[in-house]
């Protein structure tokens, strides 16, 4: 099995949420496991350059997109986006979209400011925080075009499965801030989790499968917009699958 993020989205119902000074938050659900790691030269140097420009600050309070980004366009969230290396391939080849990335791992935030200024992209702002605070206190009212969630931790062992971000009451709070029509991508290289995906989201009554092919078993041929990195070539060459969840809302 292979896996991008070094934070790997994942539900731990026991862990406290994060919240800065004066910010108050019960106990609750983190999108996130977090793990160790060295920020290099040439991510610093992202942070020191690029940060005040693409890093957005956790404030609890609804997002202005429109001013965060500059623009108005459709927006994107991400959550979970590891390295950033499937974040900037989408932005670059989807310009007319603003994506909203979450991420608490530092290296990882500073690899795609490293890709942002390489790239010259600027459809991209990270929030290097927990998701599930994000949804809750800064997107409440903001209609999102799309969600992606690449390559969540799997949580191998049964008496964890519990701890996947994907489950009932976390789906029904990312569609609840989804657009008609807007879509959440899944994508997993554990099959059991693709299962348990496919599973959850075809029960929520406000979303349809865009996968239509009965051949597929309810999966999405991959959309082209998502590019295989090299965590995931690396897993095909080793015969592991890879499985797209796409649903759209209703």
Not at 172 to 178: G, N, Q, T
Not at 218 to 240: D, Q, S, V, W
């Amino acid at each position: 099995m292979t896996t991008e993020h070094p934070d790997t989205p994942s539900a731990d119902p026991t862990a406290p949420g994060t919240a800065p000074a004066g910010v108050a938050h019960p106990k609750t659900i983190k999108s996130y496991v977090k793990r160790a790691g060295r920020t290099t030269t040439g991510q610093a140097k992202a942070f020191e350059e690029l940060g005040p420009r693409f890093l957005l600050p956790y404030t609890g309070q609804p997002l202005d997109a429109t001013s965060a980004f500059g623009r108005s366009a459709p927006l994107i969230l991400e959550i979970g986006f590891g390295m950033g290396e499937a974040t900037a391939h989408i932005a670059r080849v989807r310009p007319d979209d603003n994506f909203l990335c979450c991420e608490v791992h530092e290296p990882g935030v500073g690899a795609l400011l490293k890709r942002i200024g390489e790239q010259d992209l600027h459809n991209i702002r990270i929030l290097q925080h927990d998701a599930v605070e994000v949804l809750e206190h800064m997107l409440p009212g903001q209609p999102l075009a799309g969600i992606h969630i690449f390559f969540p931790d799997p949580w191998h062992k049964k008496k964890h499965n519990k701890r996947r971000l994907i489950q009932t009451p976390f789906v029904a709070k990312l569609v609840s801030r989804l657009q008609p029509g807007g879509y959440l991508h899944c994508a997993t290289d554990w099959q059991p989790y693709a299962e348990q995906m496919l599973e959850v989201l075809s029960a929520n009554p406000d979303l349809a499968n865009t996968a239509t092919d009965a051949g597929l078993g309810g999966y999405a041929p991959k959309p082209e917009y998502r590019p295989l990195t090299k965590f995931e070539n690396r897993g095909l060459r080793l015969g592991h699958g890879v499985w797209d969840v796409v649903f759209r809302r209703i």
